[in-house]
């Protein structure tokens, strides 16, 4: 069973800053996209950012200015700097990650981390 590891989450004060990280396992062939979502109480999951094999980077315009994915593709490892931190960014975070396991996979199937609480309050 292929599982991303998430840590960093917390609880934060409004204006504040976290650093979440993921980690996909070593042993696979090759990592393409790697996003962030989360999933606001209530509400359904969206899309935070996503980033490319390349470093080509996607957000979502309420994040925007505001959050910085990045990803070391040696580690196999995403992250997401979130800083000036509000309320409404509480949310369940999940790390998304296409994945080839082995070389003879040709198409990359998602998958997915067990989720980082983030609440942002004073």
């Known amino acids: 069973q292929v599982q991303l590891v998430e840590s960093g989450g917390g609880l934060v004060q409004p204006g504040g800053s976290l650093r979440l990280s993921c980690l996909a396992p070593?042993?696979?062939?090759?990592?393409?996209?790697m996003a962030w979502y989360r999933q606001p109480p209530g509400k359904e999951r969206e899309l935070v950012a996503s980033i490319t094999l390349n470093g080509g980077t996607n957000y979502a315009d309420s994040v925007k200015g505001r959050f910085t994915i990045s990803r070391d593709n040696p580690e196999n490892t995403v992250y997401l700097q979130m800083n000036s931190l509000k309320p409404e960014d509480t949310a369940v975070y999940f790390c998304?990650?296409?994945?080839?396991?082995?070389?003879?996979?040709?198409?990359?199937?998602?998958?997915w981390g067990q989720g980082t609480q983030v609440t942002v309050s004073s």
């Open positions: 998304n990650a296409a994945l080839r396991l082995v070389p003879s996979v040709l198409r990359p199937r998602e998958y």
């Open positions: 070593r042993s696979i062939f090759s990592i393409s996209t």
